[in-house]
């Protein structure tokens, strides 16, 4: 049984019919508090009952929506193609293969050759013990283009009766597949670069770079770990500033794949212009899933993922839908393209982390899967570092030249939005923030956010910084009170982008670049308030830093998936002080 305490106003919404796991019933709990009826009337709060165990009117953790699987219905998977390997697999786990298998049926009726869906029966066949059926699904997947990795990957459990086939482990054989996932840069520095792998088993991985011009080899080594899914970042240190190297990949000695290439940043006494692209809200979707190799089409010294970048909306310790839903993006070989050459850095949102317009609550160590989602996150990617000591979380800091970047995570320590006293990050992350825009002496500062904030970015919603106002309008003040210039800001969760121009009472404005549609389906309308806005096509924010001249400028542009320019403007350095 699931509790949901609703705002005045606020309609009980039915329970889902058609999802496992989801409240047989809604029960209302009326709020006496006076500060609660001022909120929105489309949205309240919404939590399972351990989290108003400390309050029966505040929930310590919850959502502004509906704490169900209701992302798993068939009608949002009817919509977002997201949504089905993701229903089908829940299902499987749930001990209903043939359902999983009968909405396969269906959807192979619409489309004969989808990859993803035969991948999804050879689970489900697996599952029942039935491996000639399987290993009959798994031909048809990869004969329409799945790569055998995705097999490899798993969830290893399930497929553990396809393993024993003759017919796989033909093609295990065949394909000798040790390298699963990555190589994906990140941690870039004129002295040094960090490389992402998953392999198929605990195995030494030795990274080897060679400067093309001198011929000297660094390398760097390290080990997959079963505990993290057979995943680790090889370190390699003693290269050379702004400074193109070959590299090649080697597992337990052997040489695995070569032909990659990274360049080192500038240091910050040579100063050049250079581009990054930023977005969020990456749904896998295979018909934009080209949107990574429009994005390796440009000279790129890094790419920021801002949040929602592969949905996951499922609460709790993580399992094989987890798993799978990370897979298939980090299985795409547009996406490793890009990645083998391109330096990720990411945080995470609501569908990363949780469910949608979730608060975590202040603990660190509940509710009991907070921990466990933080460190699925660490293990998928290739980021500077994590968090303040001993508080786990998604926050992190670094440099290109004389740019800092100050990457946020507002999820993990958000609290309820509807009490009086709120945070959305919680006061150690806060003082990280403070003493890192304090100690800046770059020329452009950029304060990365998951969420707007622009005040009128997602109307009537608590979930963007207009629900935490005072603690916005607190580091606008830090701002002004340390006379910090050189600010910008970035941010995500709208499906769109947009450009604002946040004013400021006795100081200069806050300019705004918000990109967040990067592979999605689903749409949110232009708002008015903004500067400027597109949503027709997927698309990603470009700026371009050039601290060469006398008053140093960024160019913002924004850019379509087919590579469309769709708008540009150029901020100096001089409207920022």
Not at 554 to 566: C, G, H, L, Q, T
Request: glycine share 6%; proline share 6%.
């Amino acid at each position: 049984m699931q509790k949901i305490n609703l705002l005045l106003g606020v309609i009980a919404i039915l329970s889902c019919t058609d999802c496992q796991n989801s409240p047989k019933k809604n029960k209302r709990v009326d709020n006496g508090r006076g500060e609660l009826e001022k909120v929105a009337k489309t949205y309240g709060q919404f939590a399972p009952d351990d989290a108003f165990e400390e309050d029966p009117y505040f929930a310590y953790y919850g959502s502004e929506n509906e704490w169900t699987r209701r992302q798993f219905r068939e009608i949002s998977a009817d919509k977002l193609y997201k949504r089905r390997g993701q229903r089908q697999l829940l299902a499987i786990i749930d001990g209903k293969p043939d359902s999983a298998l009968v909405y396969c049926e269906r959807r192979l009726s619409q489309d004969p050759a989808d990859p993803e869906i035969h991948y999804m029966m050879t689970v489900a066949y697996s599952s029942k013990n039935d491996t000639e059926k399987a290993v009959q699904s798994m031909n048809l997947a990869l004969k329409n283009g799945l790569p055998f990795e995705r097999f490899v990957a798993g969830p290893k459990d399930i497929l553990a009766p396809l393993y024993q086939t003759k017919a796989y482990k033909g093609l295990q054989a065949r394909f000798n597949v040790r390298l699963i996932h990555g190589p994906m840069l990140g941690n870039v520095t004129p002295y040094g670069a960090s490389f992402w792998v998953r392999t198929a088993n605990e195995s030494d991985v030795m990274i080897k770079c060679i400067n093309p011009k001198s011929g000297k080899v660094i390398s760097g080594h390290s080990r997959t770990a079963e505990a993290k899914d057979n995943t680790t970042v090889v370190r390699v240190d003693g290269l050379k500033p702004n400074t193109k190297y070959n590299y090649s990949v080697w597992i337990g000695g052997d040489l695995i794949k070569e032909g990659y290439h990274v360049t080192t940043t500038q240091s910050t006494k040579y100063k050049k212009p250079f581009s990054i692209a930023f977005g969020g809200c990456a749904g896998y979707t295979p018909s934009n899933e080209r949107m990574w190799d429009t994005l390796a089409t440009h000279d790129l010294k890094a790419l920021l993922l801002l949040g929602d970048n592969v949905y996951i909306d499922l609460p709790g310790k993580p399992n094989q839908v987890h798993d799978y839903t990370y897979y298939r993006r980090q299985s795409r070989p547009e996406f490793r393209r890009l990645v083998s050459k391109v330096p990720v850095y990411s945080i995470w949102d609501d569908h990363d982390a949780a469910i949608d317009d979730v608060w975590m609550g202040p603990y660190k160590d509940k509710p009991y899967w907070k921990i466990p989602m933080v460190n699925l996150f660490i293990n998928q990617w290739n980021n500077p570092g994590y968090a303040t000591g001993d508080w786990p979380g998604g926050w992190y800091k670094f440099s290109i030249s004389d740019i800092d970047l100050i990457m946020l995570d507002d999820r993990t320590y958000r609290t309820n939005p509807f009490k009086s006293e709120k945070t959305m990050l919680g006061p150690v992350q806060k003082k990280w923030l403070f003493e890192s825009l304090k100690n800046s002496k770059a020329t452009f500062k950029l304060i990365v956010s998951s969420v707007p904030w622009a005040l009128g970015a997602k109307p009537g919603s608590h979930d963007t910084w207009a629900g935490f106002e005072p603690e916005r309008n607190e580091i606008f003040q830090f701002l002004t009170d340390n006379n910090i210039e050189g600010v910008i800001l970035l941010s995500a969760d709208r499906h769109r982008t947009d450009f604002w121009k946040n004013e400021r009472e006795g100081d200069y404005p806050l300019y705004e670049f918000m990109s967040s549609r990067l592979t999605n389906i689903h749409t949110h309308d232009l708002v008015p308030g903004a500067i400027f806005g597109y949503n027709e096509k997927c698309a990603f924010g470009k700026m371009t830093f050039n601290t060469t001249l006398n008053d140093p400028e960024i160019r913002f542009e924004i850019i379509n998936i087919d590579n469309e320019p769709i708008y540009s403007y150029v901020l100096k350095r001089s409207e920022l002080k």
